[in-house]
């Protein structure tokens, strides 16, 4: 079934960005993405703007509780197979946030993740890479 | 033949496109008009301030940077001047000028990536990708001279932790010339461009008396003709060896309307206002030391004995932003509020909405360049107004009203 889905995904992704309370450096970093320099399109990944179209879900943030079930929901939302992207450490530990009272994250504790993206805040071309070790991990599970 | 249309509610965020970042506005609607509107924030509320609490004053620099991934300046710089003043340190000259210099270099990372916002609520991507492009090259200005694009850990406190070289001045002049060519560039797309002055004039008014009244700060203030401006009204860093002026749009179009489109010219004006200050800064460069204490164990003695409180002003790219700091004489700080700009600019949405088109809530609620993540840090509850009504809220009511009316009608027999 798994396996069905990834060749009907013809391995052009489309991308829904989700900020959980990030700083908003991580955010815009992966709006630019869609940019001119960056031109993630040129690789076949599209930024949409419903979770519903969406095959990869990149989250950035540390997940405030408020933010919570709002990730959840928008996890359930996409359809089959789907695959999440962190990006920025404070999505994958808490990172400056750490003894924070007010998260409910790191991101994994809350959905599964398949690839994280370090940095504070990523670079671009950290999340363009990132997004290539996913692809990566596809073409693996299809064969 | 006259039809009543019954008013209905509906909420927007605080997941959505047209937001890039978690924030929910609550609408009363009538057919397409706006009635009411108000916004529910908390949603990016990390509790920055009390982590600030635990740590010591250099550690909460970085944390105060990670308020807000824009402006990488003016948090840490705000901060910073509070505790200077506390403690007494004396900033050398040359800190003061360099720190003058990234933030104005923020403020025009920040209007473009604003601008381009802008143009995409506005459906007209093309501009996007062009504003953005013209962005990258201060970001890589900003990564040669302090080793990030975002996050730029410039400030100390007592100065500033990088020096510019000659070839960084040279690099910093050769990108300045770039956007003053871009300028007129921007200036035609955005602001002769028929089809933004369609959707932009007129729309979203806020008049000076209302942004008084609400305190609206910084851009949004002084496109409806209020000249607020801290780097003017009480001038810091170097902004006071050069000339500040407060951009009104009337410098522009002749008049004020409060409208978006005036925001975006004070916006653009405010590019061009940037270029010439950082040249000016870049012309009286005084040579010089960096920081007032550069061994950071004899800084950190020394903020360990500060007692007192201050507030630390600064302008940024959004407006007024004030730290207040209170130290107790311990290595971590006693308490910490910030109040970012967009906490002051959040109000004028209010009448800025109402009366208009739902289409047109996007763009007027990115008109005041809001920043979330900024200003999340409090939890706002106001006596029940703001609660915000999920489905779940609505189900749960909906029962409970069920199970009253089951109960009475039993009694009843
Ligand atoms: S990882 Fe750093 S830059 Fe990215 S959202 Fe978190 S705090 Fe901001």
New binding site residues.
């Given amino acids: 079934m798994r396996l069905k889905a990834n060749k009907a995904l013809g391995r052009s992704l489309w991308v829904y960005l989700c900020n959980t309370g990030?700083?908003n450096?991580?955010d815009i970093e992966c709006v630019a993405l869609g940019t001119s320099r960056y031109d993630v399109e040129r690789l076949g990944v599209k930024i949409v703007g419903s979770p519903r179209h969406a095959d990869v879900l990149i989250v950035?943030?540390p997940v405030t509780r408020k933010m919570e079930p709002r990730l959840r929901m928008i996890y359930e939302q996409m359809p089959d197979p789907r695959f999440v992207i962190v990006a920025?450490?404070?999505g994958m530990s808490g990172?400056?946030f750490y003894d924070s009272y007010a998260l409910a994250g790191p991101i994994d504790q809350i959905i599964p993740v398949d690839v994280y993206v370090p940095g504070?805040?990523t670079r671009p071309e950290a999340v363009i890479h990132g997004l290539s070790l996913l692809l990566e991990k596809l073409e693996k599970m299809e064969s | 033949m006259s039809r009543s249309i019954t008013p209905y509610q509906t909420s927007i965020g605080p997941t959505h496109p047209a937001f890039k970042e978690p924030i929910q506005l609550v609408f009363d609607l009538c057919g397409e008009t706006i009635l009411k509107a108000n916004f529910a924030p908390g949603q990016a509320h990390r509790g920055v301030e009390w982590m600030g609490t635990r740590r010591n004053p250099v550690q909460v620099l970085y944390l105060a940077e990670?308020l807000c991934?824009i402006c990488g300046i003016t948090h840490s710089l705000a901060f910073a001047r509070a505790v200077e003043q506390i403690a007494g340190i004396q900033v050398p000259p040359r800190a003061h000028y360099i720190r003058s210099i990234a933030c104005e270099l923020e403020r025009i990372h920040s209007h473009l990536l604003w601008a381009g916002v802008a143009a995409h609520e506005l459906g007209f991507d093309s501009l996007f990708y062009l504003t953005w492009r013209a962005r990258e090259r201060v970001m890589d200005l900003m990564e040669a001279f302090t080793g990030n694009r975002?996050?730029y850990a410039l400030i100390q406190i007592g100065g500033v932790r990088r020096d510019l070289s000659e070839d960084m001045i040279l690099k910093i002049k050769e990108t300045l010339d770039y956007y003053a060519g871009v300028y007129d560039e921007l200036r035609t797309c955005l602001l002769e461009d028929s089809s933004v002055r369609l959707r932009c004039r007129d729309v979203g008014i806020l008049t000076a008396t209302e942004a008084l009244e609400l305190c609206a700060v910084g851009p949004t203030a002084r496109a409806s003709g209020v000249p607020s401006d801290i780097r003017r009204d009480h001038p810091y860093a170097a902004y006071a060896d050069v000339e500040v002026t407060s951009v009104l749009p009337n410098q522009y179009t002749g008049e004020i309307r409060g409208d978006v489109y005036d925001r975006i010219v004070v916006r653009v004006l405010e590019l061009q206002q940037s270029v010439k200050l950082i040249r000016g800064f870049l012309d009286q460069l005084p040579e010089g030391d960096l920081l007032a204490i550069p061994k950071i164990m004899v800084l950190l003695a020394k903020l360990k004995k500060a007692e007192g409180e201050a507030v630390g002003l600064h302008e940024a790219p959004r407006g007024e932003v004030a730290h207040y700091v209170r130290m107790g004489g311990a290595e971590t700080i006693a308490a910490w509020k910030v109040k970012a700009s967009s906490y002051s600019n959040y109000m004028s949405w209010v009448p800025m909405l109402v009366g208009e088109q739902v289409a047109d809530i996007p763009i007027i609620a990115a008109s005041i360049d809001p920043c979330i993540s900024c200003t999340d840090r409090v939890m706002l509850t106001g006596g029940g107004r703001n609660e915000v009504w999920t489905k779940e809220d609505l189900t749960r009511l909906s029962v409970a009203k069920t199970r009253r009316i089951q109960a009475k009608l039993k009694a009843e027999g």
């Fill in positions: 990030s700083c450096g991580c950035t943030g920025g450490v404070c990172g400056m504070c805040p | 990670r991934g975002v996050h």
